[in-house]
């Protein structure tokens, strides 16, 4: 029955201490770090993009990780996409490079084809019975060169590409596949069905087929354990239509427009291999459909098919027509809305509907029939449907379950705290990703980063070991004569629909100083990285160019390369002909032929006049800063803490505790307000972290691992400042309610409320409820408009939240929630269907035509709303009117974003680094991004990602040096003027005085360049950048040579 919660609306301490305590120890129990002395390893099982992380993160913090993967490579789900959204990324173009660190980490192990058979022991000892399978192929001799897949006879459908085509019995799992080893299928191989061949085994040049390999079993001692299992796509078996060739499902198109798909990314319909030009969209098959059990949304799909769409469209520059039927269109996430917006730009057809049923059409393709918005009967015919599948829990979920003893929700996947996500009822095992509920990459990274925090605070006690850095030795090549090699990508069909990569080869072979040119699918794949290795060595090369696509996101690969080669990584160019080049002239080849030419000419010029680099180091100072005191930063101040950093944490306002103070209920149940007082207690007694209310950030100087900051403080005496010595950053400051003075009568009626003012009535019974008899909720108020175009993702639970907890104690309490999209994305959608079980009643409302509140003397108001439905407006009489208000960015975020160098979005939302593989990093390096400052999202998804964001501050923390940047300025002491003006200029203050002349710290340095811009006397040069090599590419730009190689 309904309760009110204990609490003070002003913010002020709740109970008494005593109270407060077992809170803490109850609420924070299960993330305490352990008494006794632990074993460091850590278990991560799922070789997927959050096995991928929480390995790598484990492993930053000193932590030796054995990573076991059940299938035959690493890389998971995220390896099968095309694309990824909202950025359109290929996905194995960022995956890759993660794969490639992973398999290159020497404290991490990689056990594929692995599972485990029994666990015994507690947290901090747990003994792991694993087995590995055999895969006939000896990982440590093959050299994935496919020679036996080109000679084996027995074909047999392609797993990774779902059997959309045929593969052989030993195969590579795929082009970039780690381990880059092929492996046997028994099942399909002519001698374990007791006929003659041995093709394999004849031409494998490293004798590395062992048909007589048997299954391996070992123990392995761990300190905790992170299950990383993923999710896998629903099965369409049932849905009607589907078996015939043009009704696919969403995972078997993402394969179809995939370079390394079937078809090469060319969309041509299964069943007669023509272009199609209408394409159906049908959502939610296997979601939010609980006779098919999946009562859940998979919250991935509606932006999936949004992308596929897209995609669909670029591939065929712009004939395909895509029409998307949904229920709702749930785009709750970072830029999903923008995205949204976009597909809707480029003629993406949205139609709320309910799909009955998909049937073939005597002359091709299919005939759709659905009921629509107006609840009419409709069909319409397309040459392709796609069925967007949901996510079930993966397929060895349930085994891992019954070995750990652990519990399953009511949807199957494993059950954890809705405010503490990634800890399981049994202390040291933790869970990370899809297996605890359906969500998205970004999402999914997170939560790894932020398991591998949480097993990193449970081994303090356990001993750390910390990779070497080891710098191989380097050739000497200054003086010998450019022998260049130049690297081209097709990045799938990224870069090579557009530019015709085999006429540039031709043309690059021309040009001077290059000894060697070839082309490659994937650049970054383990395969290309090493084949490129070898040939720097047996090629002699002292120049390397790579003309691929971002340097931002994979410099760093090709440098380790040219390292690992023996090559100073100061011998690398960097040629984008992706961004700068295939993707800005889709539509003129030629022209992007020609510019391709140019941009690899410059590079190979850049390339010849390179000088190496000699990288110097400086120390970390172990302390962090955390601005922000509300669950964000209390999150992440005590995981920094408890890895033994000293900590400050930084807020503004005369509390800790931030928007939760606000809070009193959530929607699953759990009291938030237990959940703050625990964090709250464990702060103030926590040895390492340092509170500072009512303070904030003045002055900010320094760069990673050497900050300082300023910081004022209002006191009994005054303001007062403080100069503060950190390491590193981290971003809590939250968020503010939109006030929507003015509409919908707010702030003229008491009658109007936010939801947020709902909740608090109801907690401290400060509403006379029993005379309200109907309540209308009106959602998007400040979110999804002009001045607000994002979606503000928690407000549709909010108001779920409310309308359930009011129909709890008063049941004939009539409520009405008008709505644009109801998102309840994930498990939320199991409270949407309560709720309309318990009589709230929907109304769906279109964003041209939003409701309108009237009032009248003594009587209720009157919120008039078009019914989609009906198809005419509706008048409903409300004694309370609840506005589901947005979230905004924290007032001072726009002068925070500049003190701290760090990027906003349009919205003004600090803005990550990547929104998929590095969604708690800023930019700025050093400096991490968390909660409701990053955008809106729920109180368990703060607490995650505050974590994540500490063990990434941590990770920098860890390290007692870091070297400095390779960009950066040097004085020419024989040409400087003492004129001070490079002094005056440095926004960094990196140029200091020094016996009265100016003094480059290259620690401090960023390399913007701007003292060189205004040396007057020319005597300041940037380590990159150098006039030799802006001269060399000028001349290669306009010098005339090798203009004409393209035609």
């Known amino acids: 029955?309904?309760?009110?919660?204990?609490?003070?609306?002003?913010?002020?301490?709740?109970?008494?201490?005593?109270?407060?305590?077992?809170?803490?120890?109850?609420?924070?129990?299960?993330?305490?770090?352990?008494?006794?002395?632990?074993?460091?390893?850590?278990?991560?099982?799922?070789?997927?993009?959050?096995?991928?992380?929480?390995?790598?993160?484990?492993?930053?913090?000193?932590?030796?990780?054995?990573?076991?993967?059940?299938?035959?490579?690493?890389?998971?789900?995220?390896?099968?996409?095309?694309?990824?959204?909202?950025?359109?990324?290929?996905?194995?173009?960022?995956?890759?490079?993660?794969?490639?660190?992973?398999?290159?980490?020497?404290?991490?192990?990689?056990?594929?084809?692995?599972?485990?058979?029994?666990?015994?022991?507690?947290?901090?000892?747990?003994?792991?019975?694993?087995?590995?399978?055999?895969?006939?192929?000896?990982?440590?001799?093959?050299?994935?060169?496919?020679?036996?897949?080109?000679?084996?006879?027995?074909?047999?459908p392609d797993p990774y590409n779902l059997g959309l085509s045929q593969t052989k019995a030993i195969h590579v799992p795929f082009p970039q596949a780690i381990p880059q080893a092929a492996y046997l299928t028994p099942e399909a191989c002519r001698i374990f069905r007791g006929k003659s061949c041995e093709a394999c085994i004849k031409v494998c040049p490293a004798g590395a087929i062992n048909l007589k390999e048997a299954a391996v079993e070992w123990t392995e001692s761990v300190g905790a354990i992170i299950l990383a299992l993923g999710a896998a796509p629903a099965p369409a078996g049932d849905f009607p239509g589907y078996g015939h060739p043009d009704v696919v499902t969403s995972v078997e198109f993402e394969r179809l427009l995939s370079a390394t798909g079937p078809q090469g990314g060319k969309l041509v319909r299964p069943s007669d291999h023509t272009e199609p030009s209408r394409l159906a969209f049908i959502q939610c098959v296997g979601s939010r459909?609980?006779?098919?059990?999946?009562?859940?949304?998979?919250?991935?799909?509606?932006?999936?098919?949004?992308?596929?769409?897209?995609?669909?469209?670029?591939?065929?520059?712009?004939?395909v027509e895509s029409t998307i039927f949904y229920m709702d269109l749930r785009a709750q996430g970072k830029g999903y809305e923008g995205y949204l917006e976009q597909a809707r730009g480029h003629g993406v057809a949205l139609v709320r509907s309910r799909v009955t049923a998909v049937t073939p059409r005597p002359q091709g393709g299919v005939l759709v029939r659905f009921t629509d918005a107006h609840g009419r009967p409709r069909e319409q015919p397309f040459d392709l449907a796609v069925l967007s599948v949901g996510l079930r829990p993966g397929r060895t979920l349930p085994a891992w379950v019954r070995r750990l003893g652990l519990g399953l929700n009511e949807h199957g996947f494993i059950k954890t705290s809705p405010l503490l996500q990634v800890t399981t009822a049994r202390p040291g095992v933790l869970v990370c990703g899809a297996a605890r509920e359906p969500m998205d990459i970004p999402e999914s990274v997170t939560t790894a980063s932020a398991a591998a925090a949480v097993a990193s605070r449970l081994l303090t006690t356990a001993s750390r070991t910390w990779a070497p850095k080891t710098q191989p030795a380097l050739s000497r090549v200054a003086d010998l004569p450019p022998r260049i090699g130049v690297f081209l990508c097709h990045c799938g069909t990224n870069i090579a629909k557009t530019i015709d990569l085999a006429k540039l080869a031709t043309a690059v072979a021309q040009l001077p100083g290059v000894a060697h040119?070839?082309?490659?699918?994937?650049?970054?794949?383990?395969?290309?990285?090493?084949?490129?290795?070898?040939?720097?060595?047996?090629?002699?090369?002292?120049?390397?160019?790579?003309?691929?696509?971002?340097?931002?996101?994979?410099?760093?690969?090709?440098?380790?390369?040219?390292?690992?080669?023996?090559?100073?990584?100061?011998?690398?160019?960097?040629?984008?002909?992706?961004?700068?080049?295939?993707?800005?002239?889709?539509?003129?080849?030629?022209?992007?032929?020609?510019k391709a030419l140019d941009l690899v000419a410059m590079a190979v010029s850049r390339a010849a006049v390179l000088t190496p680099i000699q990288p110097q180091s400086f120390p970390v100072i172990p302390r962090a800063l955390v601005l922000g005191g509300g669950v964000a930063g209390l999150s992440a101040a005590l995981t920094l803490a408890d890895q033994g950093f000293h900590t400050y944490l930084v807020e503004r306002q005369n509390s800790l505790g931030g928007l939760a103070r606000e809070l009193f209920f959530t929607l699953e149940g759990p009291d938030p307000q237990e959940f703050l007082h625990g964090l709250q207690a464990a702060v103030y007694r926590h040895p390492n972290i340092e509170v500072h209310i009512q303070t904030e950030l003045i002055k900010l100087t320094g760069h990673v691992g050497q900050f300082k900051s300023t910081v004022r403080r209002l006191t009994l005496d005054g303001l007062k400042e403080r100069e503060l010595s950190h390491g590193v950053i981290v971003v809590a400051t939250g968020g503010r309610e939109f006030r929507?003075?003015?509409?919908?009568?707010?702030?003229?009626?008491?009658?109007?409320?936010?939801?947020?003012?709902?909740?608090?009535?109801?907690?401290?019974?400060?509403?006379?409820?029993?005379?309200?008899?109907?309540?209308?909720?009106?959602?998007?108020?400040?979110?999804?408009?002009?001045?607000?175009?994002?979606?503000?993702?928690?407000?549709?639970?909010?108001?779920?939240?409310?309308?359930?907890?009011?129909?709890?104690?008063?049941?004939?309490?009539?409520?009405?929630?008008?709505?644009?999209?109801?998102?309840?994305?994930?498990?939320?959608?199991?409270?949407?269907?309560?709720?309309?079980?318990?009589?709230?009643?929907?109304?769906?409302?279109?964003?041209?035509?939003?409701?309108?509140?009237?009032?009248?003397?003594?009587?209720?108001?009157?919120?008039?709303?078009?019914?989609?439905?009906?198809?005419?407006?509706?008048?409903?009489?409300?004694?309370?009117?609840?506005?589901?208000t947005g979230i905004e960015p924290a007032a001072g975020s726009d002068n925070l974003a500049q003190q701290l160098r760090v990027a906003q979005t349009l919205d003004g939302w600090f803005q990550e680094a990547h929104q998929k593989l590095r969604p708690v990093d800023s930019a700025t390096e050093g400096v991490f991004l968390c909660g409701v400052a990053h955008y809106p999202k729920s109180l368990g998804e703060t607490a995650a990602q505050a974590q994540a964001a500490a063990i990434r501050a941590a990770g920098i923390l860890f390290q007692t040096e870091l070297l400095a940047g390779e960009m950066v300025a040097r004085i020419i002491p024989e040409a400087c003027r003492r004129c001070l003006a490079c002094v005056e200029l440095c926004p960094f203050g990196a140029v200091t005085l020094s016996d009265a002349k100016p003094e480059v710290r290259l620690e401090v340095c960023r390399g913007c360049g701007v003292c060189a811009a205004e040396c007057p006397a020319g005597a300041i040069h940037m380590s990159r950048g150098a006039d030799p090599e802006l001269a060399a590419q000028i001349e290669a730009a306009f010098g005339g040579e090798m203009r004409t190689g393209g035609d």
């Open 1 to 156: 029955m309904f309760q009110p919660r204990r609490g003070d609306p002003a913010g002020r301490p709740y109970g008494n201490s005593t109270i407060c305590l077992k809170e803490s120890v109850r609420v924070m129990a299960t993330i305490r770090p352990l008494d006794r002395v632990a074993h460091p390893r850590v278990l991560v099982v799922g070789g997927g993009i959050a096995g991928i992380q929480a390995a790598l993160e484990a492993a930053a913090a000193g932590l030796p990780v054995t990573l076991v993967e059940a299938g035959f490579s690493i890389g998971g789900r995220m390896a099968q996409l095309d694309k990824t959204f909202p950025t359109n990324d290929c996905a194995m173009c960022i995956l890759s490079p993660r794969m490639l660190e992973i398999s290159r980490h020497p404290l991490i192990t990689i056990q594929t084809s692995t599972q485990a058979i029994e666990v015994q022991g507690r947290a901090g000892d747990f003994q792991v019975l694993l087995s590995r399978r055999p895969r006939f192929v000896d990982v440590g001799k093959c050299t994935g060169c496919g020679e036996c897949a080109r000679v084996c006879p027995q074909n047999l």
């Open 289 to 319: 459909d609980p006779q098919a059990g999946a009562a859940y949304c998979s919250t991935v799909c509606c932006m999936a098919s949004l992308k596929e769409a897209l995609v669909a469209r670029e591939i065929s520059a712009g004939k």
């Open 740 to 884: 929507p003075q003015g509409r919908y009568l707010y702030g003229e009626d008491p009658r109007v409320l936010t939801q947020r003012e709902l909740e608090g009535k109801i907690n401290f019974c400060d509403l006379d409820l029993p005379k309200v008899r109907q309540v209308v909720m009106i959602q998007c108020v400040g979110s999804r408009e002009p001045d607000h175009p994002y979606c503000s993702r928690l407000c549709c639970s909010q108001a779920l939240k409310n309308a359930l907890l009011l129909k709890e104690r008063y049941p004939l309490m009539r409520i009405t929630i008008l709505y644009r999209d109801l998102r309840a994305y994930g498990f939320r959608e199991s409270y949407y269907v309560k709720a309309k079980d318990q009589g709230v009643t929907f109304i769906p409302f279109e964003a041209a035509r939003p409701p309108r509140v009237a009032a009248a003397r003594r009587r209720p108001l009157t919120v008039w709303v078009e019914d989609e439905l009906l198809d005419q407006a509706v008048a409903l009489p409300a004694d309370l009117v609840v506005l589901s």
């Open 517 to 594: 040119v070839e082309d490659n699918l994937f650049s970054c794949a383990v395969d290309s990285t090493t084949r490129m290795r070898e040939t720097i060595q047996t090629q002699r090369l002292n120049r390397v160019v790579v003309a691929a696509c971002s340097p931002r996101t994979h410099e760093g690969v090709f440098r380790e390369v040219l390292a690992a080669a023996g090559l100073n990584p100061g011998y690398f160019a960097f040629a984008n002909i992706r961004e700068q080049c295939a993707w800005v002239h889709q539509t003129e080849p030629a022209a992007a032929l020609t």
